[in-house]
């Protein structure tokens, strides 16, 4: 028993094998011998993670990047993550008009011990969670238990510091809170993240993807989250100006406020649809979510649970300035099957108005229909080779014409930003860029 024990505490160095015949041969003797283990099927990455419990809690105004960026990086890493609402019910209206289902009700973990709070921000949510006082003790009780607590963007000042938990810690938070972080007796840090004992702070929606792997570096150490931020496809300079490669220049023009469409499946990563819905709805462009499945709340490929604004099937004959796929495998394969969807597109692109697509779907959507002849395009790194000219593939955003596509969640604010300059020009996007800490 002793030598099976120290073979499941080292699954974390073994990838995830779904029968005996996959696994290497020096752990078969003792899936053998226990005959019990060697009929299960066993995800060993998440075995490894089982005891490190996260809680996220949301509210009505909560900024749904803050939220949904960390919950979908620590559930990749392994973590088991609840999302809970402070609010009355389970569904909570986020900020900019998104719809999220928690996972349970903030009164339900009361008496859960985690391994991590991570609070998100977005105004009024940041102050309903300070004012939640269930929620306030338990992450004062896992301040005064030694236990990792963080928060981003208002949280750290609204939240954390009106509490009393930062009181001589060094801490970050978004650039306007400053004064008030400073004034709950904390050392301001300019980092875009900053830790301090057992606890993490960050600045904003920009920095949400470098404080979601530093939280997974702080539960699973460093190479847990070297190896869950490289499929990531960040950035590796912070604050820099966002660029795209461009071809076949155009002008993309519409009537008013631009009508951008933005469906979602089951299995839509969830990360890139509200990176791109977010940014969108902040220059006031109208942004309708469509779900392709038969019913509006979708179970995005980690699990979060998003709700969106219509069936795609009761808006097929809209006319849209933009549409616009976010990735996720399954997603994008539910993408590829519907035919209204797939008719759409083909309406786009015969209309000469702008359609794109990042991740999987460039490869899986776009390419399959001919939605790509004759374009220059990239998709996640490893579905590049599906494309018919991956020529400049390497490129984090490629535009051509009316076409754009991009890569992976770590360049999903690149890409909304590309489609907020053709549609605003470039001072309007560098504008929102460093609003949301994305460019110094």
Not at 141 to 156: D, N
Not at 214 to 236: C, D, I, N, W, Y
Request: glycine share 8%.
């Amino acid at each position: 028993m002793g030598a099976l024990a120290f073979e499941v505490r080292n699954l974390a160095r073994v990838s995830s094998f779904a029968t005996l015949a996959q696994l290497p041969r020096h752990l078969c003797y003792s899936f053998l011998t226990f005959p019990t283990l060697h009929k299960q099927r066993f995800s060993f990455s998440v075995m490894a993670s089982v005891n490190k419990k996260v809680l996220v809690p949301i509210a009505n105004g909560t900024e749904p990047v803050e939220a949904v960026v960390p919950i979908d990086v620590l559930r990749r890493a392994g973590a088991e993550v609840t999302v809970a609402s402070v609010e009355k019910k389970l569904q909570i209206d986020a900020c900019r008009g998104v719809k999220i289902v928690a996972d349970a009700l903030i009164s339900d973990c009361a008496d859960n011990v985690f391994d991590l709070i991570s609070l998100p921000g977005g105004m009024p949510g940041a102050t309903t969670l300070k004012d939640n006082k269930t929620l306030e003790s338990i992450v004062k009780k896992q301040a005064s238990e030694g236990r990792l607590y963080a928060a981003i963007c208002a949280s750290p000042a609204v939240a954390l510091g009106s509490w009393g938990l930062l009181k001589g810690k060094k801490a970050t938070c978004y650039p306007s809170f400053r004064e008030q972080l400073s004034a709950a007796a904390a050392i301001v840090s300019d980092s875009i993240v900053e830790h301090d004992g057992n606890v993490v702070t960050s600045q904003g929606p920009g920095t949400a993807m470098e404080y979601a792997v530093a939280l997974v570096e702080q539960l699973f150490g460093k190479e847990k989250a070297k190896e869950v931020s490289g499929p990531l496809v960040m950035r590796t300079i912070h604050g820099a100006e966002f660029l795209f490669a461009e071809f076949n220049r155009v002008n993309w023009t519409c009537d008013g406020s631009p009508k951008i469409l933005v469906p979602i499946a089951n299995g839509t990563e969830e990360m890139e649809a509200l990176i791109i819905i977010d940014v969108l709805r902040w220059v006031n462009a109208e942004v309708l979510v469509a779900s392709v499945e038969d019913k509006l709340e979708v179970v995005a490929s980690r699990k979060v649970k998003l709700v969106a604004d219509v069936l795609l099937d009761d808006v097929v004959n809209g006319s849209y300035d933009v549409i616009v796929l976010p990735g996720g495998l399954g997603g994008a394969q539910a993408f590829a099957k519907s035919g209204n969807l797939v008719n759409l597109l083909k309406k786009q692109r015969e209309s000469n108005r702008p359609y794109g697509a990042f991740c999987a779907s460039p490869a899986l959507v776009l390419e399959p229909h001919g939605l790509l002849k004759g374009k220059k395009a990239t998709a996640f790194p490893a579905l590049c080779d599906k494309l018919t000219d991956p020529s400049e593939a390497e490129n984090r955003v490629v535009v051509d014409g009316h076409l754009i596509t991009s890569r992976a969640p770590g360049t999903s604010l690149e890409f909304a930003f590309a489609i907020t300059e053709k549609l605003f020009g470039r001072e309007k996007a560098l504008e929102l860029a460093k609003f949301l800490v994305f460019v110094r």
